[in-house]
């Protein structure tokens, strides 16, 4: 149980293009769902917590009107990558969560990994 | 506020030999703590994990963890290396599983045959 999907798990796209990555809780209700970035060698960043039917709240320093994020269901949250720039080329993780005190993990999905050219 | 500080980015053992990689946080609530560990190009596996109850930690793959609340320390110890486990790994701290987990910057074991 408590399988988090992510897809595409690689992506090419080009400067400019937007690029949606789709963060999926296959077997639970996520009521809670966090993207993270990670760069080449680098630890993984917190970017933003967004919660079912709310919208996120981003970590300082990351731009909201660059990365979008849209958590429309309990099982789905988008992260998009708006007019994506070559420094925009990162490995992106999401995780999900049950929620509330009781539960005392995240589950996370395998990544994806954007190049942008 | 959280946070988690690993000792030492890279680690380098033989195989077969001791491995131990060093992990403290600092948490104004208790913490729950992990360990997961990242292959090249995948994402992360949880390796253990604690919340609350019994202080040493088994996880998979024959790693385990002391959670030591007096050290702040969770260090994460395998008595014997194999090759396999060659990786990146993260020490995190979160506070519940609807909170944020923060990560450490990771230490890269290298196995030497």
């Known amino acids: 149980g408590a399988v988090v999907s992510q897809h595409p798990s690689r992506v090419i796209c080009k400067s400019g293009t937007s690029v949606k990555i789709e963060c999926r809780s296959l077997?639970?209700?996520?009521?809670?769902m966090f993207w993270y970035r990670q760069f080449p060698k680098q630890s993984l960043m917190l970017m933003a917590t967004?919660?079912?039917?709310?919208?996120?709240?981003?970590e300082q320093g990351v731009e909201k009107d660059k990365f979008l994020i849209n958590h429309a269901s309990l099982t789905l949250s988008t992260l998009t990558v708006t007019s994506a720039h070559p420094e925009d080329s990162s490995f992106y993780i999401c995780?999900?969560?049950?929620?509330?005190?009781?539960?005392?993990?995240?589950?996370f999905g395998q990544g994806t990994r954007l190049t942008v050219v | 506020a959280q946070s988690v500080t690993q000792l030492g980015s890279h680690v380098s053992v033989s195989e077969g030999a001791l491995v131990l990689l060093r992990c403290n946080y600092s948490?104004?609530?208790?913490?729950?703590l992990f360990w997961y560990v990242q292959y090249p190009n995948q994402g992360l596996q949880l390796l253990l994990k604690y919340t609350t109850g019994a202080t040493l930690v088994k996880g998979i793959n024959g790693f385990e963890a002391e959670f030591k609340k007096s050290e702040t320390s969770f260090h994460l110890t395998k008595p014997s290396a194999h090759m396999s486990d060659a990786a990146e790994y993260f020490c995190?701290?979160?506070?519940?599983?609807?909170?944020?987990?923060?990560f450490g910057a990771g230490t890269r074991l290298f196995v030497k045959a």
């Open positions: 077997d639970f209700q996520a009521t809670t």
């Open positions: 948490s104004s609530v208790p913490p729950y």
């Open positions: 995780s999900a969560s049950l929620g509330g005190a009781g539960n005392t993990e995240a589950f």
């Open positions: 995190a701290v979160s506070r519940t599983g609807g909170f944020k987990t923060i």
């Open positions: 967004s919660n079912e039917g709310s919208k996120a709240t981003y």
